[in-house]
């Protein structure tokens, strides 16, 4: 079955970078897309980025100023997604979610959250 | 971006009514070419990821209940949940796919009266 598991919680101090990964299982992960979305605390979602499988292209949204990189090691069946110079309104829970296709923006399976919290 | 604007913030509705959450894009999401509308509806029940469980404005994933239906086109959209039952109590968010960045509404809480 399809499976995506995410590192666990990480706390960081305000300037510094974090890096969450995202290891798929029951599944070919160079054949589907990946989007990383964020949920701050009591808020609505908000998109990061993706990566299309299709082209291997990366799109991220330009709200994050450059701050956000997405990184695939097939190798390891692992996506990742690397915020740098975190504020405290970066505290939120972190989700990988696989498009249905491999340049899709509909999405089906999610992992189930890194909470990133900043804090000094 | 596109700014998507649900209303009401929260809802609360008793069991076996009807339920109506709306949703506005600040643009079209109406595609001409394929005449297919790029919104879909996700639902978070508490403690869980959302799931997507309408998409293409009014097409239902596979599983999900005849008692949910989306309809609209263009800018305006219209989530019903008909006969509402216990598992229904959730935050419901509308999605514009139609351009990069992936933009969702504020959220709409419904919950039983």
């Known amino acids: 079955q399809v499976q995506l598991v995410q590192s666990g919680a990480e706390v960081k101090n305000p300037g510094a970078s974090v890096k969450v990964s995202c290891r798929a299982s029951?599944?070919?992960?160079?054949?589907?897309?990946m989007h990383w979305v964020r949920q701050a605390p009591g808020q609505s979602l908000e998109w990061m980025g993706w990566?299309?499988?299709?082209?291997?292209?990366?799109e991220y949204s330009q709200r994050f100023q450059g701050r956000v990189t997405i990184t695939r090691d097939i190798s390891a069946s692992t996506d990742y997604v690397e915020l740098s110079s975190l504020t405290s309104e970066d505290t939120a829970l972190y989700y990988c979610?696989?498009?249905?296709?491999?340049?899709?923006?509909?999405?089906?399976?999610w992992g189930q959250g890194t909470l990133v919290t900043v804090s000094s | 971006d596109i700014v998507m604007t649900q209303s009401p913030d929260s809802l609360a509705v008793s069991l076996g009514e009807r339920a109506t959450i709306s949703c506005r894009s600040s643009?079209?999401?109406?595609?001409?070419?394929?005449?297919?509308?790029?919104l879909a509806w996700f639902q978070q029940r508490p403690g869980q990821p959302p799931k997507m469980f309408i998409s293409?404005?009014?097409t239902r994933e596979s599983g999900v209940p005849d008692r949910f239906s989306g309809s609209g086109s263009g800018t305006d959209f219209t989530l019903t949940i008909s006969g509402l039952q216990p598992e229904d109590v959730a935050v419901y968010y509308c999605?514009?796919?139609?351009?990069?960045?992936?933009?969702f509404g504020q959220g709409t809480r419904l919950e039983i009266k």
């Open positions: 643009q079209s999401l109406l595609k001409s070419s394929n005449n297919k509308n790029y």
């Open positions: 990566i299309n499988s299709l082209n291997g292209n990366k």
């Open positions: 029951g599944y070919t992960l160079s054949y589907y897309a």
């Open positions: 979610v696989r498009g249905i296709g491999s340049d899709s923006w509909l999405w089906d399976y």
């Open positions: 293409w404005a009014s």
């Open positions: 999605q514009q796919y139609w351009s990069a960045p992936i933009t």
